[in-house]
């Protein structure tokens, strides 16, 4: 009997062992077609209609080739994407975004830099060159941007015009810009809504002459400047010129409160234009990121496709990718509201679909020229680092803490985390 | 070969228990195991896995800021809501087992939290507890009370989520308790009557002991559900404001999913396990003295 249990149980286990390893076989492909797996993330079915249609325009392309796209909302992707990763069979295809892009390429992207060196079709210098600096390590490059922005200004054009405010096209100094507020205030309306998420907030410690790495290359929040940056927008909410906030688990709740309508600017990039004019029942207009006390700077993010590291058709994935961020993928893209086109050759018609944003041309091209557009590097394990930010601004900014202790608690907890 | 009586039997009940054992093996014992293995290694999600002991567990408890304040975080949670939860219960059981009409309606009311998506439900609360326009802050206002910032102060955040999950989650204890009452012999109590005896002694003397196992059933399911608190804390404020709704089952999640670290999450859960037991064991201890098994 004692043999007979045994038996049993190691037959379990062999099945499960084999259910674990996956048959390996996921990928198919014959002597004629190759199919590549496709994962991306989307916020709605028009979204992955359309994602679906750039994948049909491979196939057009490259007959010999299939692509299958499958999607996840974008939460769901970044957990996803390591879980395909650390299983050895992700999709031949995948998405990233330049701000989290240090923790993927090296461990599971496939270098392209050879690609693109070899391809003579390709015209590199036709994307913009701080959003291929966020895709890449070092020299080498990971994915092809689609998609690029500096961090901008959004109004409520509708609310300037009821209190007989000029548009803040003209902001020239911190003050200019609290002035602006306190006139908000005196309607009793918010000026502004403050960001907790470090993506948002980088603008603010550009501006007063910070940076998010040290000399010697740690990451370093707690410097004065940085603290003098966070005081500064603290006051921005104890004047009431911006809203406490009151939603913690939200990363988009300063997006929600513009849609509201209960505050008259917020920062944001231009690749969430089209949901900003859906989504808001006012006239929006653009201009750039208020200046700090220093520069006037804003940073460039992005986001791209790269190939898996573990892909069997390298060749055939980097056509695919050249595909999708192709001239008329991105003009399709751009025609859609999609995306700001990393190709500058297809940029402008971006702004044509958008030509009733007031200021948003002059806006985007101010902002992404070189004395003023900075690409957002981000260090490894940066969700954990961007997490510990933003649970110590929050306690900062509803008065649990000063500036210095929140910012000094963070750092202790950054350097544990990269061991600097 | 011919089988005899016995072992014809076992192949029989080991074929009828096979889906449930593949089942249990494919996605509990084996993962369980996995789990410790991992929390061995150095295992980040993708890339270089290196075996590095018990330093999983000696970098939780020694050099990790913020993991003595998420278990101080899962400790208030696990004892405001257990206790929360059995008392309002119990309340509602004895309420609803004395009343004479609407009982099934009252039960199925306070039932349907706990059948009703947590994540919708914590949508909803997240809107009830806003600080202008939602309608806890507008009732508490008739009464003269400032606007409360709920969920967004480092005060009041855990109340908040502690007071949704309880919403949320007595009704489930509601109806052992119900069950409970209802098994009491109805001799018992008039006998009781007879003698003398008040409601309040009826309670304590006869009702309260004859539950006393469903009561001590309920704790030690509570206790095991509350220290595994996620959805609430996840939905409403992500850990925030500053921590202050962190618990571990979150701070683990966010390891393992977000931060990519596997054998550091994993740790974390053999800790998690390890409380949970201890917890039990020392309920199972103190039953001998509460518990009325007659």
């Given at each position: 009997?004692?043999?007979?249990?045994?038996?049993?149980?190691?037959?379990?286990?062999?099945?499960?062992?084999?259910?674990?390893?996956?048959?390996?076989?996921?990928?198919?492909?014959?002597?004629?077609?190759?199919t590549?797996?496709?994962?991306?993330?989307?916020?709605?079915?028009?979204?992955?209609?359309?994602?679906?249609?750039?994948?049909?325009?491979?196939t057009?392309?490259y007959?010999?080739?299939?692509?299958?796209?499958?999607?996840?909302?974008?939460?769901?992707?970044?957990?996803?994407?390591?879980?395909?990763?650390?299983?050895?069979?992700?999709?031949?295809?995948?998405?990233?975004?330049s701000?989290r892009?240090?923790?993927?390429l090296e461990?599971?992207?496939?270098?392209?830099?050879?690609?693109?060196a070899?391809?003579?079709?390709?015209?590199?210098?036709?994307f913009?060159?701080?959003?291929?600096?966020?895709?890449?390590?070092?020299?080498?490059?990971?994915c092809?941007?689609y998609?690029f922005?500096?961090?901008?200004?959004?109004?409520?054009?509708?609310?300037?015009?009821?209190?007989?405010?000029?548009?803040?096209?003209?902001?020239?100094?911190?003050?200019?810009?609290?002035?602006?507020c306190?006139?908000?205030?005196?309607?009793g309306?918010?000026g502004?809504?403050?960001?907790?998420v470090?993506?948002?907030?980088?603008?603010?410690?550009?501006?007063?002459?910070?940076?998010?790495?040290?000399?010697d290359g740690t990451?370093?929040?707690?410097?004065?400047r940085?603290?003098?940056?966070?005081?500064?927008?603290?006051?921005?909410?104890?004047?009431?010129?911006?809203?406490?906030?009151?939603?913690?688990?939200?990363n988009?709740?300063d997006?929600?409160?513009?849609?509201?309508?209960?505050?008259?600017?917020?920062?944001?990039?231009?690749?969430?234009?089209?949901?900003?004019?859906?989504?808001?029942?006012?006239?929006?207009?653009?201009?750039?990121?208020?200046?700090?006390?220093?520069?006037?700077?804003?940073?460039?993010a992005?986001?791209?496709?790269?190939?898996s590291?573990?892909?069997?058709?390298?060749g055939?994935?980097?056509?695919?990718?050249k595909?999708?961020?192709?001239?008329?993928s991105?003009?399709?893209?751009a025609?859609?509201?999609?995306a700001?086109?990393?190709?500058?050759?297809?940029?402008d018609?971006?702004?044509?679909?958008?030509?009733?944003?007031?200021?948003?041309?002059?806006a985007v091209?101010?902002s992404?020229?070189?004395?003023?557009?900075?690409?957002?590097?981000?260090?490894?394990?940066?969700q954990?680092v961007?997490n510990?930010?933003?649970q110590n601004?929050?306690?900062?900014?509803?008065g649990?803490?000063?500036?210095?202790?929140?910012?000094?608690?963070a750092?202790?907890?950054?350097?544990?985390?990269?061991?600097? | 070969?011919?089988?005899?009586?016995?072992?014809?039997?076992?192949?029989?009940?080991?074929?009828?228990?096979s889906?449930?054992?593949?089942?249990f093996?494919?996605?509990?014992?084996?993962?369980?195991?996995?789990?410790?293995?991992i929390s061995?290694?150095?295992?980040?999600?993708?890339?270089?896995?290196?075996?590095?002991?018990?330093?999983?567990?000696?970098?939780?408890?020694?050099?990790?800021?913020?993991?003595?304040?998420?278990?101080?975080n899962?400790?208030?949670?696990?004892?405001?809501?257990?206790?929360?939860?059995?008392?309002?219960?119990?309340a509602?059981?004895?309420?609803?087992?004395?009343?004479?009409?609407g009982?099934?309606?009252?039960?199925?009311?306070?039932?349907?939290?706990?059948v009703?998506?947590?994540?919708?439900?914590?949508?909803?609360?997240?809107?009830l507890?806003?600080?202008?326009?939602?309608?806890?802050?507008?009732f508490?206002?008739?009464?003269?009370?400032?606007?409360?910032?709920?969920?967004?102060?480092?005060?009041?955040?855990?109340?908040?989520?502690?007071?949704?999950?309880?919403?949320?989650g007595?009704?489930?204890?509601?109806?052992?308790?119900?069950?409970?009452?209802?098994?009491?012999?109805?001799?018992?109590?008039?006998?009781?009557?007879?003698?003398?005896?008040?409601?309040?002694?009826?309670?304590?003397?006869?009702?309260?002991?004859?539950?006393?196992?469903?009561i001590?059933f309920?704790?030690v399911?509570?206790?095991?559900?509350?220290?595994?608190?996620?959805?609430?804390?996840?939905?409403m404020?992500?850990?925030?404001?500053?921590?202050a709704?962190n618990?571990?089952?979150?701070?683990?999640?966010?390891?393992?999913?977000?931060?990519?670290?596997?054998?550091?999450?994993?740790?974390?859960?053999?800790?998690?396990?390890?409380?949970?037991?201890?917890?039990?064991?020392?309920?199972?201890?103190l039953?001998?003295?509460?518990?009325?098994?007659?």
């Amino acid at each position: 009997m004692r043999k007979l249990m045994t038996t049993v149980c190691i037959m379990i286990i062999a099945t499960g062992m084999i259910f674990a390893g996956g048959t390996g076989e996921s990928k198919s492909g014959t002597a004629e077609t190759v199919t590549l797996r496709w994962l991306m993330q989307v916020s709605s079915a028009e979204e992955a209609r359309q994602w679906r249609e750039l994948a049909a325009g491979v196939t057009e392309r490259y007959p010999d080739i299939l692509v299958e796209l499958s999607t996840t909302d974008w939460n769901g992707y970044w957990t996803k994407l390591p879980s395909e990763l650390a299983g050895g069979n992700p999709p031949d295809i995948l998405y990233m975004q330049s701000m989290r892009a240090k923790d993927y390429l090296e461990a599971g992207f496939l270098p392209l830099s050879q690609y693109v060196a070899d391809d003579p079709d390709i015209n590199i210098a036709d994307f913009y060159s701080g959003i291929l600096e966020g895709l890449s390590i070092g020299e080498e490059l990971y994915c092809l941007p689609y998609d690029f922005g500096p961090y901008v200004m959004f109004y409520n054009q509708d609310l300037f015009d009821l209190y007989g405010l000029p548009y803040p096209d003209t902001i020239e100094t911190t003050e200019d810009f609290e002035k602006l507020c306190s006139q908000f205030a005196d309607h009793g309306t918010y000026g502004t809504v403050v960001p907790t998420v470090m993506d948002k907030l980088y603008t603010y410690f550009l501006g007063s002459g910070a940076s998010l790495f040290a000399a010697d290359g740690t990451v370093k929040v707690n410097d004065s400047r940085k603290i003098e940056t966070i005081e500064y927008l603290q006051g921005l909410i104890d004047q009431g010129y911006a809203p406490r906030i009151s939603d913690t688990g939200n990363n988009n709740w300063d997006r929600e409160q513009f849609y509201a309508g209960n505050v008259a600017t917020y920062l944001d990039g231009p690749w969430n234009l089209t949901n900003i004019k859906e989504k808001s029942s006012f006239a929006v207009g653009v201009t750039m990121v208020p200046p700090g006390n220093l520069y006037q700077r804003s940073q460039v993010a992005g986001s791209g496709f790269g190939i898996s590291k573990d892909t069997d058709y390298p060749g055939e994935a980097y056509l695919a990718i050249k595909e999708l961020t192709s001239k008329n993928s991105l003009s399709k893209l751009a025609g859609w509201g999609r995306a700001l086109p990393a190709r500058s050759s297809v940029r402008d018609v971006f702004y044509e679909l958008h030509a009733d944003v007031n200021g948003l041309h002059d806006a985007v091209e101010k902002s992404i020229t070189t004395d003023i557009g900075v690409p957002f590097i981000t260090p490894i394990r940066w969700q954990q680092v961007t997490n510990t930010i933003s649970q110590n601004l929050e306690a900062i900014f509803i008065g649990n803490v000063s500036a210095r202790k929140g910012l000094d608690n963070a750092q202790k907890i950054i350097d544990g985390i990269l061991g600097q | 070969m011919q089988l005899g009586k016995n072992q014809r039997n076992m192949l029989t009940a080991v074929g009828f228990l096979s889906p449930n054992i593949i089942g249990f093996m494919l996605f509990t014992a084996i993962p369980v195991v996995q789990s410790l293995i991992i929390s061995l290694y150095d295992w980040p999600t993708f890339g270089e896995r290196k075996f590095i002991g018990l330093q999983n567990y000696i970098d939780l408890f020694t050099k990790d800021p913020l993991f003595p304040k998420v278990m101080g975080n899962t400790s208030i949670y696990v004892f405001c809501y257990v206790a929360l939860n059995i008392v309002l219960a119990l309340a509602m059981a004895l309420w609803l087992t004395n009343i004479q009409r609407g009982e099934k309606l009252y039960r199925s009311v306070f039932f349907l939290p706990q059948v009703t998506p947590i994540v919708a439900t914590g949508m909803i609360w997240k809107w009830l507890f806003l600080p202008k326009y939602g309608i806890i802050n507008n009732f508490l206002g008739i009464f003269g009370v400032p606007d409360i910032n709920w969920l967004g102060t480092t005060g009041t955040a855990m109340s908040a989520i502690i007071i949704m999950s309880v919403w949320q989650g007595f009704g489930y204890n509601m109806i052992i308790f119900i069950a409970g009452l209802y098994a009491i012999p109805e001799s018992q109590i008039e006998a009781a009557r007879i003698d003398g005896a008040g409601k309040w002694q009826v309670f304590i003397k006869i009702k309260f002991p004859l539950i006393s196992p469903s009561i001590f059933f309920a704790i030690v399911m509570t206790v095991i559900s509350s220290f595994q608190v996620f959805d609430q804390t996840m939905i409403m404020t992500a850990g925030g404001p500053a921590n202050a709704t962190n618990t571990l089952v979150l701070y683990l999640y966010n390891n393992a999913f977000t931060y990519l670290k596997m054998g550091y999450a994993a740790a974390m859960a053999w800790v998690l396990f390890a409380i949970i037991m201890i917890f039990t064991l020392l309920q199972m201890r103190l039953q001998k003295d509460f518990v009325t098994y007659e």
